[in-house]
């Protein structure tokens, strides 16, 4: 190519560097245009204020201020985090109030006089051994199964008389206390075989019929404190049933005598009685506690220590029920009745005393104390 002269150079200068200038300005505005879109190198520019994450949902959203509130029976937190009160149970809550509501309909505390009946028997005939506890069992369920029965057969009396009880207040339904009565029976029965074979079944079935013969016909009859005092016979019986039952006869019978003064008293603990009714109970006390410290075929201090549980059930249940001959209303009537419960115990530790099982009458003895502090807690009668 042929040079250029200095001329022509001249000329074309100025024009090349207008073509420059107008090139340098539209670069960076097609770069600036190009920025603007995406490639395989450069992402998309990205709004970082509208990418966040999807909002947690309240469950997985902490709770301002500190920790999550937890969730607490009958508890529910607030719109400021605290704590709320509903009012309404929870299921732990709801069985302890269940329990309770069936303790009361059993008198469970009156328990505690039931194990010393075959205790009691058991000694007197000579077979205090491992099968005396089962019987003891089996002794409990069919004093609670009575006891229930005992219930829902005066469940209409008792929404007059005692509308507080399990059933009249709705606490326990009669379905409920039906079929708990029948549950009981049944396992009293089944545990009585369990533990005494063929001699405590047949001691338990008729001791069972008993029961539910004074619930559901006799209680209301002239016949019911003898029938009452029948069914103590035979719990004594159940635990002499796997020696000779009648060397337990005499225990069998102190401790019916007993029950009838306790049963013919509160049949009247509504009510009030006679003051009448109260001297004859107490006159009977007495024969009974004499009776159980009666002769004894122990020796030393463990023939001291029959009088010395007789004297004891005597102040104990002989001090009520003069209080009641005094003031015979329904108050102190209850109260002597309840001091007959309570101090079973104490009259059953005697007898197992006098055949000479002396720790044993001391230990059957020791429930009496327990047992009252129990019934201030829930009633026996």
């Known amino acids: 190519m042929t040079a250029l002269t200095e001329a022509q150079r001249a000329a074309a200068l100025p024009a090349a560097r207008a073509l420059r200038a107008a090139q340098g300005r539209r670069v960076p505005a097609r770069r600036s245009a190009d920025a603007r879109q995406p490639n395989a190198y450069q992402p998309p520019d990205v709004d970082l204020a509208r990418s966040r994450s999807p909002r947690r949902s309240e469950a997985h959203r902490p709770h301002r201020g500190g920790a999550p509130t937890a969730r607490v029976a009958g508890v529910e937190p607030g719109p400021s985090g605290r704590a709320i009160d509903t009012g309404r149970p929870g299921p732990g809550s709801r069985w302890v109030a269940l329990l309770r509501d069936v303790a009361e309909l059993v008198r469970a505390p009156a328990a505690l006089s039931v194990p010393g009946d075959v205790i009691a028997g058991a000694a007197a005939a000579g077979t205090l051994n491992r099968r005396t506890p089962g019987l003891a069992a089996a002794s409990v369920c069919l004093y ?69 013969a004074y619930d559901v016909k006799a209680k209301n009859t002239a016949a019911g404190p003898a029938v009452m005092a029948a069914c103590r016979g035979l719990d004594v019986l159940l635990g002499a049933s796997t020696g000779r039952a009648a060397k ?104 197992a005393a006098r055949t000479g099982a002396g720790v044993t009458g001391l230990a059957l003895a020791a429930l009496a104390p327990l047992a009252r502090r129990l019934v201030r807690r829930i009633s026996a009668t």
Do not use: C, F
Request: hydrophobic fraction near 50%; proline fraction near 6%.
């Open 144 to 212: 609670w199964a009575g006891m229930a029965a005992n219930d829902w057969a005066d469940r209409e009396l008792d929404a007059v008389e005692r509308p507080e009880r399990p059933i009249p207040s709705g606490r326990v339904s009669p379905r409920t206390a039906l079929g708990l009565a029948a549950g009981l029976t049944a396992a009293g029965v089944g545990l009585a075989a369990w533990a005494g074979g063929r001699r405590g079944l047949a001691t338990a079935v008729p001791l069972a019929a008993t029961v539910w």
């Open 248 to 351: 337990a006869v005499p225990a069998a019978l102190t401790v019916a005598a007993h029950t009838y003064t306790v049963t013919a008293l509160s049949r009247r603990e509504v009510s009030g009685a006679d003051a009448k009714l109260p001297v004859a109970t107490l006159a009977g006390t007495v024969a009974v506690a004499a009776t159980a410290a009666g002769a004894t075929r122990a020796k030393g201090w463990r023939a001291v220590l029959p009088v010395a549980l007789a004297g004891w059930y005597l102040t104990h249940y002989g001090r009520a029920q003069a209080r009641a001959a005094a003031q015979p209303d329904a108050a102190r009537v209850r109260a002597a009745v309840g001091s007959g419960i309570t101090g079973l115990p104490t009259l059953q530790g005697t007898l």
